[in-house]
Nanobody, 130 residues
């Protein structure tokens, strides 16, 4: 069993930055692919970014590409989402998720939707004011 706890959310003005963290406990963190998803009010949960295990390849949603960066520190069992140039449409609850399934590249995790992920955090609210 893996427990995931997100932190770092908050209120920020448009154009600002936040860094989300997701701390994992349980099994060997380095063997998990880690994803970030978000859900805005009245909308479905959507993919934001993923980082594979091993070489740590990454993949991003088009809406955040060039503004957000996902990274991991296996020694700290933590995955990060650095969010820059935030926009009001980035407002959502952000969730991290862990996958113990091997899909190879980060892009393959993205194209598999929610199905690779076995564990989810409780979410952290990000609000971007205009």
């Amino acid at each position: 069993q893996v427990q995931l706890v997100e932190s770092g959310g908050g209120l920020v003005q448009a154009g600002g930055s936040l860094r989300l963290s997701c701390a994992a406990s349980g099994r060997t963190f380095s063997n998990y692919a880690m994803g970030w998803f978000r859900q805005a009010p009245g909308k479905e949960r959507e993919f934001v970014a993923v980082i594979s295990w091993g070489v740590g390849s990454t993949y991003y949603a088009d809406s955040v590409k060039g503004r957000f960066t996902i990274s991991r520190d296996n020694a700290k069992n933590t995955v990060y989402l650095q969010m820059n140039s935030l926009k009001p449409e980035d407002t959502a609850v952000y969730y991290c998720a862990a996958s113990e399934r091997y899909y190879g590249s980060a892009e393959r995790y993205y194209r598999s939707g929610y199905s690779p992920y076995d564990y989810w955090g409780q979410g952290t609210q990000v609000t971007v004011s205009s």
